[in-house]
């Protein structure tokens, strides 16, 4: 009996016991599921939130399409100069007639004598600002802007003679100038996939071209190799990819245009064809007839555009020897410069001038003086991280037309001194010789240690033959070293003691042999004389302007990058 | 000059010591990239092209960091030889898209 009602009871009992343990089982599935459904909820949600969150970068990015990046420079020269003595051209002086001179003037020569000049304290700050426009996949605007000035400097210097005491566009952030921004680059780069090749138009990278990385511890920075060009070229570039032939990859066959002189705009293209007095004939003069001393008119017409054609080679080489991984470069370069002038367009401070103040003086072309051939070839190796080196040449040839710059002064002498045509002072014609094909060469090596990454010492050399003449505004006075018609070695350490930031010390010494170096024109060699002789420093030259024989300039300079 | 030549060498000289480990070399790095991931990272490629302008220097570290490859299916190591490994970081670092001197590996 006992038992039947307690397995009736436990019948009864027994479900809503079991239903009781299923409910709390049931209740602790349900509180599982819900925080699980919160979970899935919650990750339900957070695509839409990084949705939202990317939008919104996305459409940050896309408003600023302009990559900034570019580098502050604040540096010390010191610098000492010697001067050789020379004979200073003064002008012409009236003259009494005599046994030694029968002419009615005479040339006013004045013996200059041998004198060191310093600049022992100088500071400069350059500022480049470089900037990249991304248009499409395929197109990008590049450019630069630079600010460089000597703390205290003249915006417009005062000519000495050398061709950076001009200001033009060619030099712009090349030599130290106004506090302005100027535009040094600015062009609009290309890819092109059909025909693999980058077309660029505009204000061209022709400054700090190689090997000069190699010295700045930094990417090349530039088309044409620095030897040929350093200077602010406007024109077009088109570069042909050769890597599906075969090449190493990154290998370039280009070809450029520029303008170095524009005749028609700004330059006076309309002046019709003119004459002006530059010197005097005194053929025929026998002391007795002044009647028969004559002008010598140079003709003063329309100009044609100064153009450069040119053609280039660039093979980067990336290989392996045993453990050691090398890189290495080989540049070729060709350039057709087309009717060149004397000055191209700039001002200056021509001072002191007798009894008159200082003022700004514009400057412009004045003649055609003809084409000029120029070739250079840069080898440049770099071993591991730690070792590189580079060698670069270069050869120029001219072409002249016969004509000669109208800065200048000449005079006939009469048959009885040889009949000729004698410049006594000024710019005369293409290399020297308006007449006659003359060429020049030139080499630059050098050699960079760097132990670490941050720390690398390098010295470099490089020599100009007396003639040579490269597209880029120098002599001793803190620009491009290698316009030099003479020898130059630089020494320098790179330090880079923070990220970004470098401190640099370097000396370089100026040996110049021949005067007028940075210039592409120059007067003839007096009746008799050889021209290389006539414009040796140490030979005593009738120049118009003085010429150091020897700068030597010490400098440091901070260095940032951003 | 000559002394000038003299004070350089012995100043080459004493940085010789300064040459310990400064991470991966930047050329070596270039040449693994190029020859390693460049194989597959090709314009136009499955893979996407891939050059040190893809990514910020942030970017490239937090990447090398990670150490993972192909989105996490497989180890950076498995593809690039570990030894290797820190010299393609430099590289890429070094001329990362906001480094003061992006390029791009065809350069």
């Known amino acids: 009996m006992n038992s039947r009602i307690t397995l009736a009871l436990v019948a009864m009992l027994a479900p809503a016991a079991l239903s009781a343990q299923s409910n709390q089982d049931l209740q602790k599935q349900i509180e599982q599921l819900k925080v699980q459904l919160k979970a899935v909820e919650e990750k339900a949600a957070t695509p839409q939130?990084?949705?939202?969150?990317?939008?919104?970068?996305?459409?940050?990015?896309?408003?600023?399409?302009?990559?900034?990046?570019?580098?502050?420079?604040?540096?010390?020269?010191?610098?000492?100069?010697?001067?050789?003595?020379?004979?200073?051209?003064?002008?012409?002086?009236?003259?009494?007639?005599?046994?030694?001179?029968?002419?009615?003037?005479?040339?006013?020569?004045?013996?200059?004598?041998?004198?060191?000049?310093?600049?022992?304290?100088?500071?400069?700050?350059?500022?480049?600002?470089?900037?990249?426009?991304?248009?499409?996949?395929?197109?990008?605007?590049?450019?630069?802007l630079v600010m460089y000035k000597v703390h205290g400097g003249a915006d417009v210097p005062t000519f000495n003679g050398t061709p950076n005491t001009?200001?033009?566009?060619?030099?712009?952030?090349?030599?130290?100038?106004?506090?302005?921004?100027?535009?040094?680059?600015?062009?609009?780069?290309?890819?092109?996939?059909?025909?693999?090749?980058?077309?660029?138009?505009?204000?061209?990278?022709?400054?700090?071209?190689?090997?000069?990385?190699?010295?700045?511890?930094?990417?090349?920075?530039?088309?044409?190799?620095?030897?040929?060009?350093?200077?602010?070229?406007?024109?077009?570039?088109?570069?042909?990819?050769?890597?599906?032939?075969?090449?190493?990859?990154g290998t370039l066959l280009g070809i450029c245009y520029g303008v170095g002189y524009e005749s028609g705009f700004g330059g006076g293209g309309n002046v019709k064809s003119n004459q002006t007095i530059v010197g005097m004939n005194f053929t025929n003069f026998d002391g007795t007839n002044p009647s028969a001393i004559t002008p010598v008119v140079g003709n003063i017409g329309p100009l044609k555009d100064t153009t450069v054609l040119g053609a280039m080679f660039d093979m980067p080489l990336l290989f392996q020897i045993g453990e050691s991984v090398q890189s290495a470069n080989l540049y070729l370069g060709y350039n057709?410069?087309?009717?060149?002038?004397?000055?191209?367009?700039?001002?200056?401070?021509?001072?002191?001038?007798?009894?008159?103040?200082?003022?700004?003086?514009?400057?412009?072309?004045?003649?055609?003086?003809?084409?000029?051939?120029?070739?250079?070839?840069?080898?440049?190796?770099?071993?591991?991280?730690?070792?590189?080196?580079?060698?670069?040449g270069g050869y120029i040839k001219s072409h002249p037309n016969g004509q000669v710059s109208q800065y200048g002064a000449y005079w006939t002498m009469p048959a009885s001194m040889g009949g000729n045509t004698v410049q006594l002072s000024g710019f005369g014609g293409l290399m020297g010789d308006p007449a006659k094909s003359e060429t020049a060469?030139?080499?630059?090596?050098?050699?960079?240690?760097?132990?670490?990454?941050?720390?690398?010492?390098?010295?470099?050399?490089?020599?100009?033959?007396?003639?040579?003449?490269?597209?880029?505004?120098?002599?001793?006075?803190?620009?491009?070293?290698?316009?030099?018609?003479?020898?130059?070695?630089?020494g320098y350490i790179h330090w880079k003691f923070a990220h970004n930031a470098a401190i640099r010390i370097g000396y370089i010494d100026y040996k110049y042999t021949t005067a007028m170096s940075g210039w592409q024109i120059g007067p003839s060699a007096q009746p008799g004389q050889n021209w290389e002789s006539?414009?040796?420093?140490?030979?005593?030259?009738?120049?118009q302007y003085a010429y150091p024989s020897t700068v030597k300039n010490f400098y440091t300079s901070l260095e940032v990058r951003f | 000059m000559r002394n000038t030549l003299k004070l350089l060498a012995v100043l080459a000289a004493l940085t010789v010591p300064l040459a310990a480990a400064q991470g991966g070399s930047d050329t070596k790095g270039k040449f693994f990239f190029k020859k390693t991931c460049k194989s597959c990272h090709t314009p136009g490629s499955a893979a996407k092209e891939i050059t040190p302008l893809s990514k910020t220097q942030a970017q490239w570290k937090a990447y090398f960091a990670a150490g993972k490859h192909k989105k996490g299916a497989e180890k950076l190591d498995s593809v690039v030889k570990p030894e290797q490994v820190k010299d393609v970081q430099t590289f890429l670092v070094n001329h990362a898209s906001d480094s003061p001197q992006p390029e791009t590996c065809g350069g």
Do not use: C
């Not at chain 1, 040339?107 to 600049?119: C, H």
């Open chain 1, 166 to 249: 001009i200001s033009t566009s060619f030099t712009a952030g090349q030599t130290p100038a106004t506090d302005a921004l100027l535009v040094e680059r600015a062009s609009l780069v290309y890819h092109f996939n059909s025909v693999a090749s980058i077309l660029s138009i505009g204000r061209q990278n022709t400054s700090d071209g190689p090997p000069f990385e190699v010295r700045e511890g930094g990417e090349r920075q530039a088309t044409p190799q620095a030897l040929a060009v350093n200077a602010t070229i406007d024109g077009i570039g088109w570069k042909f990819q050769l890597d599906k032939m075969g090449f190493p990859e």
């Open chain 1, 441 to 490: 060469t030139a080499y630059y090596a050098g050699v960079r240690y760097d132990p670490t990454s941050t720390f690398g010492v390098g010295v470099e050399f490089n020599h100009g033959s007396p003639r040579w003449w490269t597209y880029t505004p120098a002599t001793g006075e803190y620009t491009d070293k290698l316009g030099a018609r003479g020898d130059v070695w630089e």
């Open chain 1, 336 to 392: 057709r410069m087309g009717n060149m002038t004397d000055i191209p367009f700039g001002n200056t401070i021509n001072f002191p001038i007798p009894g008159q103040t200082p003022s700004t003086q514009y400057v412009t072309a004045t003649a055609n003086l003809g084409d000029m051939d120029q070739f250079t070839a840069t080898w440049k190796h770099k071993i591991g991280d730690t070792f590189t080196y580079f060698v670069s």
């Open chain 1, 49 to 144: 939130e990084i949705d939202t969150r990317l939008t919104k970068v996305e459409t940050k990015v896309a408003g600023d399409n302009i990559q900034w990046g570019g580098e502050l420079r604040t540096r010390f020269d010191s610098t000492q100069q010697h001067f050789k003595s020379y004979n200073q051209f003064m002008g012409f002086m009236q003259n009494t007639p005599s046994a030694s001179n029968p002419y009615p003037f005479a040339p006013i020569a004045q013996p200059v004598g041998a004198q060191d000049w310093s600049n022992s304290v100088q500071w400069s700050t350059r500022l480049r600002l470089n900037m990249g426009i991304t248009i499409n996949e395929n197109a990008k605007v590049m450019g630069r």
């Open chain 1, 534 to 543: 006539a414009m040796n420093l140490s030979n005593t030259p009738m120049l």
